[in-house]
């Protein structure tokens, strides 16, 4: 947990319950003015004007979505915060606040806590949030994390992902896979380490995909971007669980099937040479690996020429008839392999450790 084993360390029983939340949160200042009252009452009040809002939560469970062993504190206290406002910026929102709340056992001091906070903090101040609340409490299993964030938004600029239409353009930002052969690489040294803690972990070179599994970070950036462009998508989600699985949602959200083509799937030269260094198809950590948090959505086909060289989105396939189903064209040939969802199931997922 702390590389500096011979530190001081501070139980939570110390400071107590109110204590300890007054402890972690003193220091996050407020920066929206929607933000009327933030952490210290009963409640926090939000005055959202006359915009709506939008609100997502998840709950992040050690040993089932994050294992302690290679995952630093700090950058569990951001990614938490991160995997939220993505959410937010899947509904073409602007996150505006979060509510976190913690369930620690006695193993973890207050120190531990304080390094989770500090993330949290840091992504706060990256995307422009406020912390308003949450709660702790008492584990008998180790650490686990929800967080609420909330968003504000115009009724009117609100994307859902049920507003796709036959021929709308099929479009992703950035590229995907990265994170799948980040965590990959992370439970390959871990393993080794168990096996024999002298070994020290290579990790060298594999800085990028790394990143994109410790440090995701949320595309609230794409809606200013496509405001710029002047194109408004018709249907959006955002990549927690793989690309097959999110088409899988907008298809059925929107009654509309898919194509998409694997020629065209956005792919970094290091994730595809590491998955070919372990034996995987590279196409496959993009379709079904999931927690690259880039936003896939569709566009209306006059829009085709804005976006076409844009160097932040690739068009990866189009929207047909609810009645052709869902298939991804094969690289060099016209073979259509229906898509399925295989992507992250925190249930199945957690029956299979």
Known sequence: MFEDKSQELTPIS????????????????????STELGVGDDAAVI?????????????????VHFNLGYVPLKHLGYKAVVVNLSDIAAMNAV??????????????????????????????????????????????????MSITAVGIENEENIIKRSGAKPNDLLVVSGDLGGAYMGLQILEREHAVFLANPNMQPEMEGYDYILERQ???????????????????????IDISDGLASEILHLSDQSKAGFRLYEEKIPMDSLTISTADEMNLNPVMTALS????????????PNDFDKIKNHPDFTIIGHAVDSEEGNYMV?????????LTAQGWDAFLNSQQK
């Open 214 to 236: 410790l440090k995701p970070e949320a595309r609230t950036d794409v809606k200013a971007i496509l405001e710029e462009l002047d194109i408004k998508p018709t249907s959006m």
């Open 289 to 300: 690996g999931g927690e690259d948090y880039e936003l896939l959505f569709t566009i209306s």
């Open 95 to 144: 996150p505006t606040q979060i509510l976190v709340s913690l369930a620690v056992s006695s193993r973890f001091p207050v120190e531990a806590l304080e390094e989770i906070y500090s993330g949290i903090q840091a992504a706060c101040t990256r995307y422009k949030v406020d912390l308003i609340g949450g709660d702790t409490t008492s584990s008998n299993s180790g650490l686990v």
């Open 330 to 338: 094969a690289r060099g040939s016209n073979q259509l392999v229906p």
């Open 47 to 63: 005055n959202p004007g006359n915009k709506k809002v939008v609100l997502t939560t998840d709950v992040l469970a050690e040993g």
């Open 14 to 33: 110390k400071l107590g319950e109110f204590g300890l939340i007054k402890h972690l949160t003193e220091h996050f200042p407020l920066s929206n003015e």
